[in-house]
């Protein structure tokens, strides 16, 4: 009798249901972002920016800045994208880093957690430190989003600013939703201040 070795293959993550009316609405993020894509991008010297793919999981961006009125130099940029699949579109993990020859850093990482789920966090060292930072959690349903994001968060200075948003569909046509958000400093009198936004 030999043996018999069975490959198991982790199944693909379930889909998210399709046909659903009126379907899920995006972020509070996105409401106006096709409108702000058609703003002229004004910008004075030039700019040079070289693609390199390396595999189909990573690719490699190089970026010279001739400029004035903006900070020129060289950026590397580099792209990993995993193939965990969430509908047609979308697979993570999602890693983005840009370096820059004075030690600057930018880094973002998207993920998801089965397929409701997705939390995203950004973070910017500047001289080897922490200068900003946020962290998103956000719910994906059928008919609505429900996002949680934290700016900048200091526990010991009690200070940061946090974020809630909720977007409910009510037609395939039709969203409404809500922006809360409260900040604490200690440069703002009273120690915080907080903002309510509603959506339509």
Do not use: W
């Not at 047609?88 to 004075?102: C, H, K, T």
């Not at 934290?150 to 395939?172: C, M, R």
């Amino acid at each position: 009798m030999g043996i018999v070795q069975a490959k198991h293959k982790t199944p693909p993550c379930v889909h998210c249901p399709e046909g659903y009316v009126p379907g899920n609405p995006g972020t509070f993020e996105e409401l106006h972002k096709k409108v702000k894509n058609l703003y002229p991008q004004i910008f004075e010297g030039a700019k040079l920016s070289v693609k390199k793919c390396a595999t189909e999981k990573f690719h490699a961006v190089h970026t010279l800045t001739l400029s004035s009125m903006t900070p020129s130099g060289y950026k590397l940029g580099a792209c990993y994208t995993g193939m965990k699949k969430v509908g047609r579109l979308e697979r993570y993990p999602v890693i983005i880093g840009e370096f820059m020859p004075n030690g600057n850093v930018a880094m973002t990482l998207v993920h998801t957690v089965g397929c409701r789920l997705r939390v995203k966090h950004v973070c910017q060292m500047v001289k080897g430190k922490c200068e900003s930072s946020s962290s998103t959690a956000e719910y994906r349903s059928d008919e609505a989003t429900l996002s949680l994001t934290l700016d900048n968060p200091d526990f010991i200075k009690k200070t940061g600013t946090f974020v809630v948003h909720y977007l409910q569909a009510l037609s395939n046509r039709l969203t409404a939703g809500a922006e809360f958000a409260t900040h604490r400093s200690q440069l703002i009198p009273g120690g915080q201040e907080s903002m309510i936004a509603v959506a339509l």
